[in-house]
């Protein structure tokens, strides 16, 4: 049972315009979400984390927004540039603040020039 | 600056044959640890953590194991691979549990045939 949902396996956006990726949760009880970024041949880094008593974060051209009550987060990179195109994971943490995270299976995003 | 070297980065094995998967960590003291596993289109799922030598907790029940000899050694065994067990397997590392902010290493692509 998929936990935390990626449901667009890839994405395609020109350079300059916005890139949404989107995530979708089931379970009420997760109380952080972040996301990840993957080269290939890379392990994945950290981008981006957002709380869940908060509804946006930014971090540069990077923005998380959460919708609780849709159980939905999704991550904006405006301007989209070359350099972003890799595999984005999300991630959502379960067990409070000694707990672990369930991770989505990822979305591709690539950015032409 | 904390560095974490897992390797191989490919292994092809037969089924039948054992594992061992290593991952160091450098630069720090006492990181929790954690071996996690995406298999073909799935998430990145947790398989084992650790907060310190010889603690492992086990998230999904399965034909592997873990072990931590030492305070930034994590190692990932089993005795007999299944096909089941092929897949990407990463090594992670944080400065404290639930904090979710992971670092991973660049990972090992297993393949058992």
């Known amino acids: 049972d998929q936990q935390v949902k990626q449901n667009s396996p890839s994405l395609s956006v020109q350079e300059g315009r916005i890139s949404i990726l989107n995530c979708d949760y089931t379970?009420?009880?997760?109380?952080?979400f972040l996301w990840y970024k993957k080269y290939p041949a890379e392990g994945p880094t950290f981008l981006i984390s957002?709380?869940?008593?908060?509804d946006k974060n930014e971090d540069g051209r990077f923005t998380v927004f959460l919708n609780k009550s849709a159980k939905h987060l999704s991550l904006h990179i405006v301007p989209s540039q070359p350099g972003d195109s890799a595999v984005y994971f999300c991630?959502?943490?379960?067990?409070?603040?000694?707990?672990?995270?369930?991770f989505g299976k990822g979305t591709k995003l690539s950015v032409k020039p | 600056s904390q560095t974490i070297h897992q390797w191989p980065a490919t292994l092809v094995q037969p089924v039948g044959s054992p594992l061992s998967l290593e991952c160091t960590v450098e630069?720090?003291?006492?990181?929790?640890l954690y071996w996690y596993r995406q298999a073909a289109g799935r998430g990145l799922q947790l398989l084992f953590y650790?907060?310190?030598?010889?603690?492992i907790s086990s998230e999904v029940p399965q034909n592997l194991s873990a072990s931590r000899p030492q305070d930034r050694q994590f190692i990932l065994s089993s005795k007999k691979l299944l096909l089941s067990d092929s897949g990407f397997y990463l090594c992670?590392?944080?400065?404290?549990?639930?904090?979710?902010?992971?670092?991973f290493g660049s990972g090992t692509q297993l393949s058992v045939l």
């Open positions: 650790s907060v310190g030598i010889g603690q």
């Open positions: 957002i709380s869940s008593i908060k």
């Open positions: 991630a959502a943490r379960y067990g409070g603040s000694q707990g672990n995270l369930i």
């Open positions: 630069g720090t003291s006492n990181p929790n």
């Open positions: 379970n009420s009880m997760f109380d952080y």
């Open positions: 992670a590392w944080s400065v404290s549990r639930g904090q979710g902010k992971l670092f």
